[in-house]
């Protein structure tokens, strides 16, 4: 026992010596050594919620192929064929195996080839159709956060100056019914006001690619995606326009502003280098789940408003039980997720330099 402890001790030394000696980037790696198992443990979790859901893959390609050919149409009429053939099937996919086996053996996969597999329905590569779809879902889902971003500070700030007044009490209610509205209710009757004032394509996206006519889609684009955008952007500014409004009062309630103000600091200087300064800590470290809020809202907006996005396309892959395509779907926005919170904690540091990861806080 002594010399397994003494081992341990030789071996966590480097550890703590890199801990004291760069306190950030010790932090920023078991982050990441925690985000690495997290994913591990969901990409396990899923493969199991896969295998207890009722229903077949194996049915639907069955039936895809029995559709599509002549030889599947003759199969189909014998029963003892088609079990024979259903058991094939099954081997060829790799689902005679326990999910774990499935599991480890796709990760293998991922880790060491850097392959995502294919599609289990449509049999095409799942990086090609991912890739297909995730530039729209960053690009809508990125819009939307700094417009959010801006323009909750921008009348946070603005309207925590006008505490007490009527407008703040409407803007205080505005606020507080936007962020209690039901987003799908919201993003309904937007597409209802599209569709009957003709003023706006009822979907999101251009029928036409990119490589066809750059400068004609970039318009086309931003007309197609007024709409969704604008239902992402009255969802989110609601609840963010609060919390940075409720944060300057906070701020400007304490001491050290009144000691700044008796000194005779102009008040545009205490709200925009003292009191605004303070808010963005808390703003920095939601700011993860707010990006994580947004991928997950938007998979109800790609459904109603047809926009070809990562979350519509894990939805249907869902509906498919095509677990390869569910499990790289789900796996990117969790890193996603996971990466932004660790983003956020180093933004957090750097705008606050009394944060330290150190033990002793030096």
Not at 98 to 109: D, E, G, N, S
Not at 178 to 196: C, E, K, R, S, W
Not at 258 to 279: C, K, P, V
Request: aromatic fraction near 12%; charge should be positive; proline fraction near 4%.
């Amino acid at each position: 026992m002594k010399g397994l402890k003494d081992l341990a001790l030789v071996l966590a030394k480097p550890l703590f010596l890199f801990r004291k000696k760069a306190p950030l980037l010790s932090y920023i790696a078991g982050r990441v050594v925690v985000m690495l198992v997290m994913l591990f443990l969901l990409g396990f979790a899923v493969f199991g919620l896969m295998a207890l859901a009722p229903g077949d893959i194996v049915t639907q390609v069955m039936i895809q192929q029995i559709l599509s050919s002549s030889e599947g149409r003759a199969i189909a009429g014998q029963q003892d064929l088609t079990a024979e053939w259903a058991e094939d099937l099954r081997r060829q996919l790799g689902l005679d195996q326990p999910f774990y086996v499935q599991y480890f053996r796709w990760l293998r996969q991922v880790v060491l080839h850097g392959d995502l597999g294919v599609s289990l329905v449509s049999q095409a590569p799942v990086s090609f159709l991912m890739g297909s779809r995730l530039w729209n879902s960053l690009l809508l889902n990125l819009i939307s956060l700094v417009l959010i971003t801006f323009f909750s500070f921008l009348l946070g700030v603005y309207f925590s100056s006008k505490a007490g007044t009527k407008t703040d009490v409407a803007v205080t209610f505005f606020a507080l019914a936007l962020h209690a509205f039901p987003g799908i209710l919201l993003l309904i009757l937007l597409q209802l006001f599209a569709f009957v004032s003709g003023l706006f394509p009822v979907t999101g996206f251009p029928p036409f690619p990119f490589r066809y006519d750059p400068g004609r889609f970039v318009f086309a684009y931003t007309h197609h995606i007024f709409m969704p955008l604008l239902a992402t952007f009255l969802g989110g500014l609601g609840g963010t326009l609060r919390m940075v409004r409720a944060m300057m009062l906070d701020q400007l309630g304490q001491p050290y502003i009144t000691s700044l103000r008796s000194r005779g600091i102009a008040e545009w200087r205490i709200y925009l280098a003292h009191a605004f300064r303070n808010t963005l800590n808390p703003f920095i470290t939601g700011s993860a789940n707010m990006l994580a809020g947004l991928f997950s809202g938007s998979l109800i907006l790609e459904i109603i408003f047809a926009y070809p996005g990562i979350g519509r396309l894990m939805f249907e892959a869902i509906l498919q039980q095509d677990v390869n395509l569910v499990l790289a779907n789900l796996m990117f926005i969790s890193s996603l997720v996971l990466i932004g919170m660790v983003i956020s904690d180093v933004c957090l540091a750097l705008a606050d330099p009394r944060i330290r990861y150190g033990k002793d806080g030096k």
